[in-house]
DNA sequence: ACCTGAACACCGTTCAAGT
DNA sequence: ACCTGAACACCGTTCAAGT
């Protein structure tokens, strides 16, 4: 058949990506393939390789869509007070994980096979997370070093995932239904009371 | 061929857990198979639907051999006092995603398919973990009323399992190394502090 | 009754061959 | 140059047929 240049290279990595979201969001990760993708965009599973160079890599761009929306809207809450920064900012975590579970489960839950690297252009979007909490971490103790806060931050925002991750999975409702808003509300607020508490104090045991 | 009765249902289910143990420690989760697992022990893929409902009925057993050691690991700091116990408690957890990785992402990253109800025998053990972390919350202040204790415990710990994810995941190694011990222990010292002196004026904020 | 062997309906990936 | 079609080496699962 051969459909020369109906599409162009930019065109079709586009096309694939936005069906790889419309698959996942619809069906769920695991019902995700290359031949899936290739059909909802009708063309050939081999084609996909010609603009991506595995599966992997086109889900890794398809997760940066996501991880690019997520972090718009998490730049909305820096005009606020740290606290209020940190807690709306985990707030639009949680919810992007309840809006779009399937989509957060891609992003968050996806491994590289083997422990592969995670190519630089991706990184630098995980990175950017980071740099928005631990921004907030900085504005709110000023005394603390940057290896401080660089731990803190991390500290932080590695327990809201934690939260997040088992609140997507119904992992917490064993034993009695729980509020994960209110688990996030707890979790940073009381890390922070004691934190840039004890910031003041010098003391980071 | 058919060799009757070599072995009885239960070694066969033994002989298929193991094997799956030994195969997920050895080369990855992501390598399983049921058709692997078949002939490490000398059978054919089918005989194993005699004795499981499907793989993912065979994961969750092996997993529940994990989740028991575990179990006792952490059963043995219940002596320590409450914030020693806790923070002795999420050092087994790391330690055991340190030590066998792969069998712990088996545990902690598996997913049903589509949400699919985990069994009522599976779900007891994960229960006991949170038991077991609620009791040494409980003991640290008797004050709070049980859904207060039961809040904190799940925020607390769904915290350490996010820090063991992003470790095992090597998720927190980009721009700069981070020390997990260090970030388990800053979580449980700054939340405890905080909740353990709010928890004696009642405010739970 | 216990287990096999072969099939069914899928996978990701590669690549010679067609246009 | 762009894409196909067919193959390769795998999957989980089922089930009639053999012992």
Redesign the interface.
């Known amino acids: 058949m051969a459909r020369r240049n109906e599409h162009s290279k930019a065109q079709l990595r586009t096309l694939a990506i936005a069906a790889v979201r419309a698959i996942v969001a619809e069906q769920?990760p695991?019902k995700l393939s290359v031949r899936k993708v290739a059909e909802h965009i009708g063309y050939t599973p081999g084609m996909l390789y010609h603009v991506f160079a595995c599966l992997d890599d086109l889900i890794l761009h398809a997760n940066a869509v996501t991880l690019d929306g997520l972090l718009q809207r998490m730049q909305a809450a820096t005009a606020l007070s740290p606290a209020e920064a940190l807690q709306t900012m985990a707030g639009q975590y949680l919810a992007l994980a309840r809006e779009e579970p399937h989509l957060w489960?891609l992003v968050f839950?996806h491994?590289m096979?083997?422990?592969a690297a995670v190519p630089a252009w991706y990184?630098q979007r995980?990175?950017q997370l980071?740099?928005l909490v631990e921004d907030q971490m900085a504005r709110l103790s000023a005394q603390q070093d940057a290896a401080a806060v660089?731990?803190?931050a991390?500290?932080l925002w590695?327990?809201?995932?934690?939260?997040s991750?088992?609140a997507v999975?119904?992992?917490?409702s064993?034993?009695?239904d729980?509020?994960e808003t209110?688990?996030l509300?707890?979790?940073i607020?009381?890390?922070l009371?004691?934190?840039a508490r004890?910031s003041v104090n010098g003391d980071?045991?």
Chains 1, 2 share one sequence.
């Open positions: 769920g695991d489960q839950m491994r096979p083997q422990a990184q995980t990175l980071f740099v660089h731990l803190a991390r500290t590695s327990s809201v995932h934690g939260i991750v088992l999975e119904n992992k917490l064993i034993a009695g729980v509020d209110a688990m509300q707890s979790l607020h009381h890390y009371a004691s934190w004890n980071d045991a």
